[in-house]
């Protein structure tokens, strides 16, 4: 709630499509209706925000058609820009040739995950609950989440990248979450090459991280690449004044999973 006006959920301003139009207006009434009756009750509102699981990026097996990806639960898709903000918006997956193809030939397709009931918490004025329901994090780290889409309109692969965005406070322990992503795939079988410092770039709290693991399984190729240090002239604290500076340092985490047939076209 902000300036005293409940918000919406988003998919009451965004939601446009015609195929799925009668779904979206049973739906939508069920979940305005929730909303409505949370402001009502006020902070005092309790919510099971346990519902039944969603899907989620690793769920998408590859060679799933562009058109099957669940669009109720993927929202805004947008040409991907490899960690960065979103581009293009293209309406729907379906719609992936709008975007520029990588030198592999796939197409990086940005997305969120539906963030309904991030809102409806919200309006409800629990913040804990909000803070549950944002899906857009992993192990507590706000995430940039993009699908690769072949010529054909497959899905290939994905990417996670820990958000460059994220306050300093989180940024700053992006890099911890590499492990958790090596442990989705077993923790054996990588293969990691660590790069010394260059000129000019020093360790966070004499912790220096410049790595970069590949592996191979079922098919699939993951790379993971994982960086915590300061690039030249960052520090801390500045040298001038003492003070703590803001944002000065490297600390991210980067995977992507690929089919090795598709890499290799």
């Known amino acids: 709630m902000r300036g005293g006006v409940a918000r919406l959920p988003r998919r009451f301003i965004r939601r446009g499509s015609h195929r799925l139009a009668a779904r979206k207006s049973w739906r939508d009434s069920v979940i305005a209706a929730i909303w409505f009756a949370l ?17 989620r990026i690793w769920d998408v097996q590859p060679g799933t058609p562009a058109g099957d990806l669940p669009e109720e639960e993927f929202v805004d898709p947008s040409c ?37 009931w991030e809102y409806i ?3 409800a004025r629990d913040p804990d609950g909000a803070t549950r329901a944002n899906a857009m ?11 690769l889409i072949d010529r054909s309109g497959l899905v290939q692969g994905y990417r996670i990248i820990t958000d460059p965005h994220a306050h300093q406070d989180l ?4 890099y911890t979450i590499a492990i958790a992503f090596k442990a989705r795939f077993g923790p054996d079988g990588w293969d990691c090459n660590d790069t ?11 912790t220096f991280v ?12 993951i790379t993971m690449e994982t960086r915590h240090y300061h690039k030249p002239g960052q520090a ?10 803001v944002n000065q340092f490297e600390s991210s985490a980067r995977m992507q999973v690929v089919r090795i047939d598709a890499v290799q076209k």
């Open 39 to 55: 402001i009502l009750l006020g902070p005092g509102a309790n919510i099971a925000w346990s519902q039944q699981p969603l899907p």
């Open 80 to 116: 991907g820009t490899n960690g960065g903000p979103p581009g293009l918006r293209i309406g729907s997956f379906e719609q992936f040739e709008r975007c520029r193809a990588e030198a592999s030939g796939l197409r990086e397709i940005w997305f969120r995950y539906d963030d309904e």
């Open 121 to 123: 918490a919200r309006a």
């Open 137 to 147: 994090v992993v192990l507590g780290q706000p995430v940039v989440l993009s699908l």
């Open 171 to 174: 940024r700053i322990d992006a």
């Open 196 to 206: 010394p410092p260059a000129a000019g770039e020093t360790p966070i709290l004499g």
């Open 210 to 221: 410049n790595q970069r693991c590949q592996k191979i399984s079922d098919g699939l190729q």
């Open 236 to 245: 801390l604290l500045d040298p001038n004044t003492g003070l703590p500076t």
